[in-house]
T-cell receptor, first 113, second 110 residues
């Protein structure tokens, strides 16, 4: 069964460093999403992406964040200058055109020291 | 601010009982409603989606939607210890944004 994959599974970085989280959505999916979940808290929407552009973003998704689909398979989230409060699990999700069902990847745990 | 509210729990039920999980949402324009299950340290896994008022059944799970009351619920019949997880309610008013509640932690006692 096709699935969303994410790499790395765990990323440790120093405050102020740039990180890139990578996702490979399901191949025929056209909508892509990033969410984050701080430990013990709720899943928070960051951004949605369709047709090579951002469709919607939350107030969390400020200038420190960017997304890109550099090729036909990868979808990346970049955090330019990480802060301690960026430590969280980051989930990528994708969905097919005409459906409402999102499929989540296993997540990347980001730890900012 | 569009919100989705859930009781954080834990909700403890004995094995074999019915677990009832509830969710309210603030955006009257919401069109799509979802229940996800999340095990500790794992990603959310879709259990059910519901779009119109009434009940929708899938195996041991029944989702109920009441748009007038802005209320969604999930019933789990014949609860099993393996159902112990956090249940997330999510709501969408379109294709591009999904709002999650904080989740209700369910414990099924053997």
């Amino acid at each position: 069964e096709p699935e969303v994959t994410q790499t790395p599974s765990h990323q440790v970085t120093q405050m102020g460093q740039e990180v890139i989280l990578r996702c490979v959505p399901i191949s025929n999916h056209l909508y892509f999403y990033w969410y984050r979940q701080i430990l013990g808290q709720k899943v928070e929407f960051l951004v949605s992406f369709y047709n090579n552009e951002i469709s919607e973003k939350s107030e969390i998704f400020d200038d420190q964040f960017s997304v890109e689909r550099p090729d036909g398979s990868n979808f990346t989230l970049k955090i330019r200058s990480t802060k301690l409060e960026d430590s969280a699990m980051y989930f990528c999700a994708s969905k097919e055109l005409g459906t409402d069902t999102q499929y989540f990847g296993p997540g990347t745990r980001l730890t900012v020291l | 601010q569009k919100e989705v509210e859930q009781n954080s729990g834990p909700l403890s039920v004995p094995e074999g009982a019915i677990a009832s999980l509830n969710c309210t949402y603030s955006d009257r324009g919401s069109q799509s409603f979802f229940w996800y299950r999340q095990y500790s340290g794992k990603s959310p896994e879709l259990i059910m989606s519901i779009y119109s008022n009434g009940d929708k059944e899938d195996g041991r799970f029944t989702a109920q939607l009441n748009k007038a009351s802005q209320y969604v619920s999930l019933l789990i019949r014949d609860s099993q210890p393996s159902d112990s997880a956090t249940y997330l309610c999510a709501v969408s008013s379109g294709t591009y944004k999904y709002i999650f509640g904080t989740g209700t932690r369910l414990k099924v006692l053997a």
